[in-house]
């Protein structure tokens, strides 16, 4: 019991010096009290050493944090679509210019081509971006994903036993997620378990650091009465 308590301390030690390290900038820095990093990054396990997948990792705030956090030994993969990398390129250029953050590998590939990937992973995030594989938007510039085969392709990535973490803005229970997904951004947690189950992942459970009562669950994110303030799950799979 002992060993095991400090092996937790150790590990909720090595999150928090990658949150304050002091080479992140300013606007990320602010970001930290809506995102909680340190807690969700304690919550999925994330280890000094391991190799991770940041699936439409966006502008590299979290892939900025895990390449702190698996240091030397690790590295950390910030995947984007197109799309995604069409709307943040400016900032995951400037986050990685002049080799700024040595382990972290830039990967842009439509979902499909995901299947071309042959390294295997110690754990996958998806942060904020679940609901992004069930809608379709041609006229902003989002197709249709093959949201079954890109699950599988996550699963085939990863190592046995890895972990698949994932946080997202919560919709009303029992809507469509192809419908809140484009609408307001959200998606009913219950599906993506669901969905995630069907893909092959077992749910080992949830964190509450997010979660906002207040939040009506049926306003955009983007509207500033809920803007980075939503109701959010944190929820854990293993492979």
């Not at 949150?19 to 994330?46: C, H, M, W, Y």
């Not at 679509?81 to 953050?101: E, G, I, Q, T, Y």
Request: aromatic share 10%.
């Amino acid at each position: 019991m002992f060993m095991f308590i400090c092996f937790n301390m150790a590990h909720a030690n090595g999150v928090r010096e990658a949150v304050e390290n002091q080479a992140r900038t300013e606007v990320d820095r602010d970001l930290d009290s809506k995102r909680k990093p340190a807690e969700v990054l304690e919550f999925f396990g994330i280890q000094p050493g391991m190799n991770v997948l940041d699936v439409f990792g966006g502008g590299g705030y979290y892939a900025e944090i895990l390449s702190y956090l698996v240091g030397e030994a690790g590295s950390v993969t910030l995947y984007n679509n197109s799309p995604w990398n069409a709307f943040v390129n400016k900032n995951v250029m400037v986050r990685l210019k002049d080799n700024r953050l040595p382990n972290v590998k830039r990967v842009v590939l439509e979902p499909v081509g995901l299947e071309s990937l042959e390294e295997k992973f110690d754990a996958a995030i998806f942060v904020l971006g679940m609901h992004d594989i069930y809608y379709v938007d041609e006229e902003n510039g989002w197709p249709a994903i093959d949201k079954e085969g890109f699950l599988a392709n996550i699963h085939r990535l990863l190592k046995d036993g890895a972990v698949f973490g994932v946080v997202d803005h919560n919709a009303v229970t029992g809507t469509d997620p192809s419908v809140v997904g484009k609408s307001v951004h959200r998606i009913d947690p219950a599906v993506v378990i669901r969905d995630l189950k069907a893909a092959g992942f077992k749910f080992e459970g949830e964190s509450n650091v997010l979660r906002n009562p207040n939040d009506t669950l049926d306003i955009s994110v983007f509207d500033q009465s809920v803007s980075r303030k939503t109701d959010r799950s944190i929820l854990k799979f293993r492979k």
